[in-house]
C-alpha cells in the first residue's frame, strides 16, 4: 500500500523557489512526501497546464522534499514565478531510485547539467554507511554550474568540468573520470553511454526520458533493454549498466 498512497496527489507549500544558475531554481515544497530512495521523482501539477511534470528529488526528509528544476517552457517558467506559500499538487515517491546498499568501496557519482540534483540525495545516502564517493560533475559553461558548494559542505571532493572551460576543467565530464569501484550516473543519454563504455566498473544509471502519465499507464517512455522495453517512469528511471541496451 505504501507505493500506492505515494502516487495519491498530495498538496504541498512552496517553501523556497530560488535561482540557483542560469535558468535554473531550487525549490522546496512543504508536505508529507514519500520518498523511499534517492533518485525517485515527484510529477508536479502546474496552475494552468494539462499534464503533470515529472522532476527527480534533490533531497527529502520528513517535512518535505526539494527539486532543481530548467526553465525550458510554460510550464517551467510558470513554476519560478511561484510564491512562498503557493500550493502545488504531487505524486511523490514514484519510480525505482538508487540503490545506495551496494556493496562497494570507492563509489563514483557522475552527473551531467539538470542531472546533477538527485545525485545529492544519493551522496547523503552513501556517507550515511561511512562511505565517501567521489564527485564528477560537468556543464556547458560556469553560469550552468550548480550544487557543487553543496556537495563540497558534505566534506566531497568535486571534479568539476565545463565544456567551454570557464570553470574546472575544459572538456566533458567523462574526459577524465576519478578512480572508483562503481558508478551512479544522471544526466544526457549520450554522457550515461560514456560513462557506462568507458569505465571498467558496474554501475547504475539514471534516465531522463520524457513522461506522460508518470506511472507506467500510458507507456510513452519506454526504452529497449537488454530483457526488452522497459518504463522509464515504472521500471526505472534508474537501471543497471548490464540491462541498458545502447544504439550502436
Not at 203 to 208: A, I, K, N, R, V
Amino acid at each position: 500500500m505504501e507505493g500506492l498512497n505515494a502516487r495519491a496527489p498530495r498538496d504541498f507549500a512552496v517553501a523556497e523557489n530560488r535561482s540557483i544558475a542560469r535558468d535554473v531554481y531550487r525549490m522546496r515544497l512543504a508536505g508529507p512526501a514519500h520518498f523511499t530512495a534517492p533518485g525517485q521523482f515527484a510529477a508536479i501539477a502546474i496552475p494552468g497546464f494539462f499534464l503533470r511534470r515529472p522532476f527527480s528529488a534533490l533531497d527529502y526528509d520528513d517535512a518535505g522534499f526539494e527539486i532543481a528544476y530548467k526553465v525550458v517552457g510554460g510550464g517551467t517558467a510558470a513554476m519560478c514565478e511561484l510564491a512562498i506559500g503557493a500550493r502545488l499538487s504531487a505524486m511523490t515517491g514514484l519510480g525505482n531510485g538508487f540503490d545506495a546498499s551496494v556493496d562497494c568501496a570507492a563509489p563514483l557519482l557522475v552527473g551531467g547539467g539538470v542531472g546533477a540534483p538527485p545525485l545529492f540525495g544519493l551522496a547523503k545516502a552513501l556517507i550515511a554507511r561511512g562511505l565517501r564517493p567521489n564527485v564528477a560533475l560537468g556543464f556547458r559553461t560556469a553560469e550552468d554550474a550548480m550544487l557543487v558548494e553543496d556537495f563540497e559542505a558534505l566534506g566531497l571532493t568535486v571534479a568539476l568540468a565545463t565544456e567551454d572551460g570557464t570553470a574546472g576543467a575544459r572538456g566533458y565530464v567523462t574526459g577524465s573520470l576519478p578512480a572508483h569501484d562503481y558508478f551512479f550516473a544522471r544526466g544526457p543519454e549520450p554522457m550515461l553511454a560514456a560513462v557506462a563504455r568507458s569505465s571498467g566498473a558496474d554501475g547504475q544509471l539514471s534516465f531522463e526520458q520524457r513522461m506522460a502519465c508518470g506511472i507506467g499507464a500510458c507507456m510513452g517512455c519506454s526504452c529497449q533493454t537488454m530483457f526488452g522495453y522497459k518504463r522509464v517512469c515504472r521500471d526505472g528511471p534508474v537501471l543497471g549498466k548490464g540491462e541498458v541496451r545502447w544504439p550502436s
